[in-house]
């Protein structure tokens, strides 16, 4: 049995359900997990709710993140952040470690993201354990970035993954496993990209509303939280174009700084004009049995993000509820849709793809008679807690 320091200081989005499902898949394996979050009685609670017999394993502690630097350049508050989350959490595996008489035998990071930009020679000292992570958003191996020759040492996003006291490295996206590999000659595992799979609560009152409004008409859904790069005013634009046949639904939590002063405003006008095919709720949904009703209330999933070279567990969902995706055509995701038919692709951003595509598949739905023939089993079987069981064994051996 292994002592495993688990740490994820941001709350919201998809954080808690990545953070709880992998401390249980942990727990699960034989291991004590040491959880670091920023709501440890939540995560006790629901670690007692859905594995009890192995809660005496389990000890959760309290963690934020820090304050924001006041550094103006952006790059430099990436990385006086990333110093002062380093510092939090070795402080914290000191702590810990005191009161329950011994050192975890590895720290995973559920966000690692925010750990980058430094160089070993900073963070080695400042956090001198094992440790490893899941890399999210790896856009640097997916879109070179401009003046390639100048990301060396503390300009290369890589740095630190290099480090002798980080053995293996987890990330999302199954298209550059092997490229980063190769880059920091050291094993880097794909972890499933696992969503919360609740029943969903069809009484859920947004869910009811939705039903009212759309009074029968297939329904187009923009999930979580809506950011520009998610392709939020094309859609809207869409909505504008589209036959009166769709019903669209906008749902999450508006990321406001995303948007310049006039997209804002333009956003604000449609919403208060009230089209008659659309709905509006601009609060964040908890992953879980509201949103999954969200989901399932929906025809089709709007997935097709812009300049979004990630992955995103929204296919995981549109697997589970079997829902067709609009999605872009390239990168993680529209590698994804091609390769399991969950849908269909479009150029990011395009509008007239977009609108061309729900004329016909209204036909299609309406008939039940998809062109297109989805392996949704085979997308939940790749993106299962099995998978990520086998994946979390696999980053172990290496500890």
Known sequence: MKTIALVDSIRGGHHPTYFKIFAKTLLELGHEVIALSPEPEEVSQWVASHCPELASNFHSFELHEPSPSQFSCRRLQARAMAVACWQRVAQSIQEISSKLGKAPDITFFAWLDTYLGLIPAITDPIFPYPWSGLYFQPGYLRIPPKLRWMRHGILNPLSVLKSPHCPVV?????????????????????????????????????????????????????????????????????????????????????????????ELAKIEEIVKANPDN????????????????????????????????????????????????????????????????????????????????????????????????????????LHSIEQLISAFQKILEFV
């Open 170 to 262: 987890a990330v999302l996206d199954e298209g550059i496993a092997d490229k980063l590999q190769q880059k920091l000659n050291k094993p880097v595992v794909v972890l499933t990209d696992i969503t919360d799979e609740s029943p969903p609560d069809m009484d859920f009152e947004i869910v009811k509303k939705i039903r009212a409004k759309a009074a029968g008409r297939k329904i187009v859904g923009l999930l979580g939280s809506l950011d520009r790069r998610k392709g939020t005013l094309t859609l809207l634009e869409v909505s504008q174009q589209v036959s009166d046949r769709w019903f669209f639904v906008f749902a999450g939590r508006l990321a406001e700084p995303a948007f310049t002063a006039a």
């Open 278 to 381: 659309c709905f509006f709720y601009w609060n964040s949904i908890p992953d879980g049995s509201g949103f999954n009703a969200v989901v399932q209330v929906c025809d089709v999933l709007y997935a097709a993000y812009e300049n979004f070279p990630y992955s995103s567990n929204i296919l995981t969902k549109a697997a589970i509820f079997e829902k067709p995706v609009i999605a872009s055509k390239n990168y993680c995701m529209g590698e994804r849709v091609e390769k399991f038919n969950l849908g269909y692709g479009i150029e990011g951003g395009s509008v007239s793809q977009c609108v061309s595509i729900l004329e016909r598949l209204h036909e299609e739905l309406s008939t039940g008679s998809l062109s297109i023939q989805p392996d949704f089993e085979g997308y939940r079987r």
